[in-house]
């Protein structure tokens, strides 16, 4: 099957860090770009990061370009977020997600609450 | 950053009915357009791709379309399962952005 897996969010308090991960199985991870995106309760997704198949292009929304850092291992198909200097609108559910033809797949998502 | 601005934001349609959302872009994307549906609790789930293209699975009754940077979403037939939020998104360049959103419900 087809799936990618987040794990890794929780509580913490404001100015603190995290490190989300997401894992890739059923395809061949090492092909494809991978985003993460966020949603706050009650509102519409907003994208946060892409890294390109071999780490050659990263990009960051300007909301948290300083603070966070995405990273692979594609020998472990695997994404990373090291969120750092969190706040509380960063509070949200996480998702990474392929939106790359051919597979079109988020995840079942990883809750952070900064409080 | 290129603004999508979806309409509208919430609508009510009878079971059968045809219902329209539609998504104009801030700039010219291209086909570059995804359209997602999402249910409380659960990630978004693509429905269409490059505007028009059904991913695999997805029903005949949705449909997409695209008019200059006008994009529209159609479902033929409603039906109760597709009560939902949906999105559009575009992913012609950075930061990657979404509508904000059409909560679907039934009359």
């Known amino acids: 099957e087809v799936q990618l897996v987040e794990s890794g969010g929780g509580l913490v308090k404001p100015g603190g860090s995290l490190r989300l991960a997401c894992a890739g199985s059923g395809f061949n991870f090492n092909n494809y770009n991978i985003n993460w995106v966020r949603q706050a309760p009650g509102k519409g997704p907003e994208w946060v990061s892409s890294?390109?198949?071999?780490?050659?292009?990263?990009y960051y929304a300007d909301s948290v370009k300083g603070r966070f850092a995405i990273s692979r291992d594609n020998a472990k198909n695997s994404l990373y977020l090291q969120m750092d200097s969190l706040r509380a609108d960063d509070s949200a559910v996480y998702y990474c997600?392929?939106?790359?033809?051919?597979?079109?797949?988020w995840g079942q998502g990883t809750m952070v609450t900064v409080s | 950053d290129i603004q999508m601005t979806q309409s509208p934001s919430s609508l009510s349609a009878s079971i059968g009915d045809t219902v329209t959302i539609t998504c104009q872009a801030s700039q010219d994307i291209s086909r570059f357009l995804n359209w997602y549906q999402q249910k409380p609790g659960q990630a978004p789930k693509l429905l269409i791709y490059d505007v028009s293209n059904l991913e695999t699975g997805v029903p005949s009754r949705f449909s997409g379309s695209r008019s200059g940077t006008d994009f529209t979403f159609s479902i033929s037939s409603l039906q109760p399962e597709d009560i939902a939020t949906y999105f559009c998104?575009?992913?012609?360049?950075?930061?990657?952005?979404f509508g904000q959103g059409t909560r679907v419900d039934i009359k």
């Open positions: 997600a392929i939106w790359q033809r051919p597979l079109g797949i």
């Open positions: 998104q575009q992913y012609d360049s950075v930061p990657r952005t």
């Open positions: 890294i390109s198949s071999s780490s050659t292009y990263i």
